[in-house]
């Protein structure tokens, strides 16, 4: 009975350390760091059975094996005597009948020809002589309404004070927009951003993509509108897209944990990132009930009725977020934020313009 006392209150804490620490191997190294976490877990083991057993090392070995072996099942399989196993099926089923019985995927997709060309058509071409802010958002998980609202949100604001309005299209994955909105899809993104290059004027003009969603430790952006298959987005993909539609002066803004992995793929002299986490941590906020993310919230829920400097607002939502996930013990998410040389004179520009030209650009949304 000790040994069954000792094997399930010490493995389970080796496990978590497993479970902690390995992830954050690099891929290369992850197979050398599970093998020698076997070995020191195995070890650590033998120790305490050789303590117990006074030093008789043939026993203490059998009882590190039965240790590891018997604590397996505690963190792995999921035994009835512990829990009821959680049936999917039945969530799965719920979702469905709830919400997307209705959904016809051909449907879908034939209608986002007629959907982007109702957002695009009205999208007003770049004044000559002018710094213009045009505005992408993508907002691709349907799984959690916060990524429709803060889209929405962020799109206002961009509209209202940042005079983006007749300049501004959102991509939205969720069934409440379905048959609205065009879907947040790489092909929609690609394609909405070819239409928004043919409207600016590409050496004077400024596209600010706004991107939420949840990401991966892979550093890919989820797209997703289940039943539909759609493909993620890689940092790769958007810089092609922006490099192909001819847009060279670049705000990109990604609300996503481990976003900060797509900082070395988009990063040059004409372009400013900035992203909601360091790429090794999580960001937080993307609930199902909030109207944004910490990220999303920190930015745009309240811009202040003065002049908008971009590198300075964007500084104080960093020291906002870091202050409220201290605030509420959360791991620092560590935003990062990265200026282009020559994007530092840019956005003087649009800041000048943005003020000399208020009264005609800063009409209400």
Avoid at 51 to 60: E, F, N, S, T, V
Avoid at 122 to 144: H, N, R, Y
Avoid at 179 to 190: E, G, M, V
Wanted: charged share 20%; aromatic share 14%; hydrophobic share 45%.
């Amino acid at each position: 009975m000790l040994f069954l006392v000792l094997a399930y209150s010490i493995l389970p804490f080796l496990y978590l350390i497993s479970y902690v620490g390995l992830p954050l191997l690099p891929d290369s190294f992850l197979e050398m760091g599970y093998t020698i976490y076997a070995i020191w877990s195995f070890f650590v083991c033998f120790y305490l059975a050789l303590q117990l057993l006074d030093h008789r090392k043939i026993r203490a070995f059998l009882i590190a094996i039965f240790w590891m072996g018997a604590t397996y099942p505690l963190v792995n399989i999921p035994f009835s005597f512990w829990y009821e196993d959680f049936d999917y099926s039945r969530t799965m089923d719920a979702y469905i009948n709830a919400d997307l019985n209705y959904l016809n995927q051909e449907d879908v997709y034939y209608s986002q020809y007629r959907l982007l060309n109702n957002v695009l058509s009205p999208i007003e071409p770049g004044k000559v002589g002018v710094t213009d802010l045009f505005f992408v958002g993508f907002g691709s998980d349907a799984a959690q309404d916060v990524f429709m609202k803060e889209i929405g949100h962020v799109q206002r604001a961009m509209n209202k004070s940042l005079g983006a309005s007749g300049r501004s299209v959102v991509l939205i994955n969720n069934l409440k927009t379905i048959d609205t909105i065009p879907l947040a899809s790489s092909s929609n993104l690609r394609i909405a951003l070819n239409h928004i290059g043919s409207k600016m004027n590409r050496e004077e003009d400024v596209v600010l993509l706004y991107l939420t969603s949840h990401g991966s430790i892979n550093h890919e952006l989820s797209v997703n509108m289940w039943p539909l298959e759609l493909n993620d987005v890689r940092p790769e993909d958007i810089k092609a897209y922006l490099d192909d539609a001819g847009i060279r002066w670049r705000i990109i803004l990604i609300s996503a944990c481990y976003s900060g992995g797509f900082i070395d793929a988009l990063q040059d002299d004409y372009s400013l990132i900035l992203t909601a986490a360091a790429a090794d941590k999580a960001s937080f906020g993307c609930t199902h009930e909030n109207e944004y993310t910490y990220f999303g919230e920190a930015l745009f829920r309240s811009i202040e009725d003065r002049p908008y400097q971009f590198i300075e607002n964007f500084s104080e939502a960093i020291e906002k977020i870091r202050q409220r996930e201290q605030s509420e013990n959360l791991t620092p998410s560590d935003p990062q934020l990265f200026v282009g040389s020559s994007m530092k004179e840019k956005l003087k520009l649009l800041e000048q313009d943005m003020v000399r030209y208020a009264p005609e650009r800063f009409a209400a949304y």
